[in-house]
């Protein structure tokens, strides 16, 4: 049993960080020949570092957007955040002091999660707008995420899991030392929902987590005055050849 | 007016008001295709090739290499929907494929067949599709209903950007044959004549000896306005609707008389006599360029020292945005002042140090109010502070007349609706769409024209002013009242004849 679920998720989290890797270097590598800031934006490098942290701890764009999407997404995203914090406790030994302090809110967390994705998608049946636009996927990856987190809620509200036992599974994936995992079908489908999310996140548009941070709109310096910007693929067309004109 | 047209022409009401989903509402709507001329004259292939699907798809997979932009956008979209109610097209209309992610996804639907894994295995699951020859009409009809005007990048959580992606659209049609007439066209003549009307530099000069009699006959005072002078401090690059549309022209001779109350030396060059460029609104970057270095080449050729942009929004955003890119360095111009500056900067600048006086007085006849232009707004910036293009326009506008009031704040700034007719869509033949696309702005001027009684609304962009000129009228107000900023500033300006 362990062993089983120890392959599959060795597999799926090469899979993930090679996968996710390959999209970053091709973010990263592909030229943004112009300079488009949404503006207003910082002009300084100081300032955009400030813009994409108000993006990402706070959603603000979305929140300028529409109250309600913000609220759920915030709500889901921050849960999830927290909860990964709290997952730290089946990785570090002996736990580290700040994650046992706030492990017993996990719950909570939990919950947050779920009430924002069931928000998430009741707005997807329920705004005609929002309808419009959802491929299956869509709705998928919502029920998806909410059998993950309600996995998880039900191994801590009845269907226990073996905790000393899954934290001896989880350390030994490190070491490669396999241990004994009893079968308890909760955590199987935790484990496998958890492996599926990592096995697509990076060719599906959970690429969003990293798109972000590389989204002309929100990580330029507005600053095309002052500094020539220029793409590799557009300097032979550099404009100095022009050069007869001088008078 | 007009003769009415053949489409109803929505009401303006109290609120703006986000419609029900009504598929296809404007699936009627698209400009008139290109003719070979037009399409060989700019690079592109004269009609619709052969084997367009193979093309287009490589086309699509070259563009997603070179623009990082485009790239992120396709991936990045969570259908979170937060785009859904803030274009104007869609606010107008109610096609659902006019929201900014349904319109994305004409084209995402394509990248995510061709090139990612779960569109290539299970296409129905995540929404992918074949390019067909339906997704290609679509394509055609509505990358023709965006103007480009990035209020959906606003809202977005991604920053992802509809302009993108329409234009990387709109180079995509072009380079297997299907483009559009207006704009294409258009470059054409900008790359052999000189500016978008195809105005000849007699016709030009005409023109402008023509303005120099109506202001000194108006209001007596010797206001020049020089063409093609070498030596010239600065080279002006306006609209070349500036040289004879109304309300455009007030504005050209709004600039001058600044320029000649300060005592500066400036000409037009009929070299480069449009600040316009179109290459943007087809995304193609060696069109964008080809158009852009007939400044850099007329600033050379007439040895000026600056280059002064007139009031064109998405003109503004080439000259900010790109100019240094496209046809920089200008290491050859007096590094005092920044490369290119806006005419808002000038008159802000002259007025700040007190080389020029206004009279808000002279305008007291006038109840005010101010439309941000999208690529002035959202693509630019004026000043040296971020914001500075919404403070600037308005401290020269409260200068020069006493009663100035805002629009809603969701309707201004970074939120300013666009005048339904930029981003290439200024012809005829979408006159439903520009029309329709209006609506919000029409909305947000009628709420406040119920409380103040506006006479007039100012604008800073060439395309704004013609497209306002033209659906105004719809919407119950007049035509004239859309003016420029500098017949504000002109009218304003405190003139003494000693010069």
Same mark, same amino acid.
């Given at each position: 049993m362990g062993l089983v679920l120890s392959g599959i998720l060795y597999v799926t989290l090469i899979v993930f960080a090679l996968g996710l890797l390959r999209r970053i270097v091709r973010y990263a590598s592909t030229p943004a020949p112009l300079k488009i800031p949404t503006t207003p934006a910082p002009t300084t490098r100081s300032g955009v570092v400030f813009r994409l942290g108000r993006e990402v701890v706070f959603f603000e764009s979305l929140f300028k957007a529409s109250k309600w999407t913000w609220l759920f997404g915030w709500l889901f995203h921050a849960g999830l955040f927290f909860v990964l914090l709290c997952h730290l406790r089946y990785f570090t030994e002996p736990v580290w002091g700040w994650v046992a302090l706030i492990a017993p809110f996990s719950p909570y967390a939990g919950i947050m999660m779920l009430v924002g994705l069931a928000g998430l998608l009741s707005r997807r049946f329920l705004v005609d707008r929002v309808r419009y636009i959802s491929a299956p996927s869509d709705f998928l990856?919502?029920?998806?995420?909410?059998?993950?987190?309600?996995?998880?809620l039900a191994m801590r509200y009845g269907l226990h899991a073996d905790i000393v036992q899954v934290k001896q599974f989880a350390l030994g994936l490190f070491s490669f030392d396999f241990g004994y995992l009893a079968f308890n079908p909760v955590l199987v489908i935790h484990l496998l929902l958890v492996a599926v999310l990592l096995l697509i996140f990076p060719f599906s548009k959970l690429l969003h987590a990293p798109g972000l941070f590389f989204s002309p709109s929100r990580n330029q310096v507005d600053n095309p005055r002052e500094r020539r910007h220029i793409a590799r693929w557009a300097k032979p067309f550099d404009a100095t050849r022009s050069e007869k004109y001088r008078g | 007016m007009a003769k009415p047209p053949e489409f109803d022409i929505p009401e303006a009401g109290d609120y703006i008001f986000t419609p029900p989903v009504m598929p296809d509402a404007m699936s009627h709507s698209q400009p008139y295709v290109a003719k070979d001329v037009h399409q060989e004259a700019i690079g592109f !292939?004269?009609?619709?090739?052969?084997?367009?699907?193979?093309?287009? %798809?490589?086309?699509?997979?070259?563009?997603?290499?070179?623009?990082?932009? =485009?790239?992120?956008?396709?991936?990045?979209c969570v259908k979170c929907g937060a785009c859904t109610d803030k274009c104007h097209y869609f606010l107008g209309t109610g096609d659902p494929k006019n929201m900014p992610v349904a319109r994305q996804d004409l084209l995402r639907k394509v990248y995510r067949r061709y090139y990612t894994l779960p569109g290539k295995y299970f296409p129905k699951l995540v929404g992918a599709e074949d390019l067909t020859e339906e997704v290609l009409d679509d394509w055609y009809k509505y990358y023709h209903q965006c103007s480009q005007c990035r209020r959906c990048s606003v809202y977005c959580p991604y920053g992802i950007d509809t302009a993108e992606v329409s234009m990387a659209a709109r180079e995509i049609m072009d380079t297997v044959g299907k483009g559009q007439k207006y704009?294409?066209?258009?470059?054409?003549?900008?790359?052999?004549?000189?500016?978008?009307?195809? =105005? !000849?530099?007699?016709? =030009?000069?005409?023109?402008? /000896?023509g303005l120099e009699e109506d202001v000194l006959e108006d209001d007596g005072v010797p206001v020049k306005f020089p063409l093609? %002078?070498?030596? @010239?401090d600065i080279l002006l690059v306006t609209p070349s609707a500036d040289f004879f549309a109304e309300p455009h022209i007030d504005g050209l001779i709004g600039y001058a008389k600044v320029f000649h109350q300060a005592g500066l030396s400036w000409t037009v060059s009929s070299h480069a006599s449009e600040a316009a460029n179109f290459g943007l609104f087809i995304g193609s970057y060696e069109n964008m360029q080809k158009v852009a270095v007939?400044?850099? /080449?007329? @600033?050379?050729? =007439?040895?000026?020292?600056?280059?002064?942009?007139?009031?064109?929004?998405?003109?503004?955003?080439?000259?900010?945005?790109?100019?240094?890119?496209?046809?920089?360095?200008?290491?050859?111009?007096?590094?005092?002042?920044? %490369? !290119?500056?806006?005419?808002? /900067?000038?008159?802000?600048?002259?007025?700040?140090q007190g080389r020029i006086k206004l009279d808000p007085e002279a305008?007291?006849?006038?109840?005010?109010?101010?439309?941000?232009?999208?690529?002035?707004?959202?693509?630019?910036?004026?000043?040296?502070?971020?914001?500075?293009?919404?403070?600037l326009p308005r401290e020269i506008i409260k200068a020069s007349c006493n009663h100035f009031y805002d629009m809603r704040a969701d309707t201004i700034g970074e939120a300013t609706f666009c005048c339904g007719g930029g981003g290439g869509l200024l012809t005829d033949d979408l006159i439903e769409l520009r029309t329709k696309g209006a609506l919000p702005r029409m909305q947000a001027l009628k709420e406040l024209n119920d409380q103040h009684q506006i006479t007039h609304m100012a604008a800073i962009c060439a395309i704004c002013k013609s497209q306002f000129a033209k659906v105004l009228p719809y919407y119950g107000f007049e035509m004239d009242q859309i003016i420029s900023v500098h017949q504000l500033v002109g009218d304003a300006l405190v003139m003494d004849t000693e010069h």
């Open positions: 990856m919502l029920i998806f995420l909410m059998a993950i987190a309600g996995s998880g | !292939p004269g009609e619709l090739i052969d084997n367009w699907q193979q093309v287009a %798809v490589d086309k699509l997979g070259e563009l997603t290499k070179k623009y990082r932009g =485009l790239q992120v956008y396709l991936d990045s704009c294409n066209e258009i470059i054409g003549k900008v790359h052999k004549i000189g500016n978008n009307l195809g =105005l !000849p530099e007699p016709a =030009l000069a005409d023109t402008l /000896e093609n %002078v070498k030596g @010239a007939r400044i850099r /080449e007329a @600033a050379l050729e =007439l040895g000026v020292k600056r280059i002064v942009f007139g009031e064109c929004g998405h003109a503004w955003r080439v000259g900010y945005s790109f100019l240094n890119t496209l046809a920089g360095p200008f290491d050859f111009l007096d590094p005092n002042y920044p %490369v !290119p500056q806006h005419i808002v /900067e000038v008159t802000h600048d002259l007025m700040q305008n007291d006849d006038k109840r005010v109010t101010f439309h941000d232009s999208c690529n002035v707004a959202r693509a630019s910036r004026m000043g040296s502070k971020a914001g500075g293009q919404f403070t």
